[in-house]
């Protein structure tokens, strides 16, 4: 078999059917398991400097079984090649780069799966290893939660908790793309960049600038703030996410466990808002109806180059009593949906 994307139809060792490729990058397709009768997800692992790749993702995998971890069904070579494949489960929703792309997730689904992220991460942890890529596009969407995926970037620690940089620029800690060796606090940051990037939509840097230009910003701390990306955001949760995202490691969260507690503490009687999108508005967000509180909608209808920002309840869409209409200009449009969303809420 070839590197070349396989077209359907195309059989496995006698027994997967591929039927279409997941995902723009690598080799992972959706196939039939004739054996099983199940439909799966099969990764190629393609020799590499004419050397087969180790089993080693499929073996940590197997090893660090979680509730929040992708499992391993089988885990094979393809007949008379020196190409490996690793077969998981076909989790359907997709991952949630795709998910939250442009927008975000609401604030509850946001926390919820961050919480599941960060269990099977601090799965990993506890069996002495980083994950090293942790990022919205290997956070699969199954039936019942996110499953983290694609370990195959995990080291083992050295006797002082650390390893080799890896990691992808959209999430690399500092010091991973500075070439410095990792260390727990880098998987954290990895995480409250995956954070950020649920709650708006948007990587803290963005990942659309050319690679130089990216890791010059990362290493430097020059990176995005998340409530003016999302201003619906509360105080609380932006200051947790703030941390973990500290260019200093030892300024973050010591473990994954306490970012994960501090984050679900933060989120904490919080309304559940989501950036909406409208034609002809600048920014957006909603909340459904909590307890005693009607659902609201905020928007920001541009008036030329300035921005008239209303709040109103929903579905009739009357003002909220006491919150006037108001026009400001376009670099005061954060802090006017700040105040807007803490009065509101």
Known sequence: MSSSPYPAGTILNDRYVFSRKLGTTGD???????????????????PVGGVAQPWDEAQRLEHLRSRFLVDVINADIVNNSDIRYIVTPLLTEGDLESAAAGTGLSVHDAVRYMQQICGGIDRIHAA????????????????????????????????NGETPPKGSWCTAAPEAAADRNCSIRSDVYSLGATAFYLMCGEYPVDHTLPRREQRDRIV??????????????????????????????????????????????????????????????????????SGHRSAVAICSEAVGTDVRVRAVTLPARRRVAGVSDRVVRRRELAQRLQQLVKRVG
């Open 28 to 46: 992972v397709y959706e196939a039939y398991d004739r054996h099983l009768d199940i439909q799966v997800a099969v990764k190629l692992l393609h």
């Open 128 to 159: 002495g290893m980083l994950h090293r890529d942790i990022k919205p596009g290997n956070a699969l969407l199954g039936e019942d939660g996110v499953f983290v995926s694609d370990l195959e970037y995990c080291a083992i620690f050295d006797a």
């Open 220 to 289: 430097a701390g020059n990176i995005r703030k998340l409530r003016v990306m999302a201003p619906h955001i509360s105080q609380a949760i932006g200051t947790v996410v703030r941390k973990a995202l500290s260019l200093n490691p030892s300024n973050r969260f010591e473990s994954v466990q306490f970012f994960s507690n501090a984050l679900a503490q933060a989120a904490r009687g919080s309304r559940d808002w989501r950036r909406v999108v409208h034609s002809g508005h600048v920014h957006c967000m909603e909340c459904p109806p």
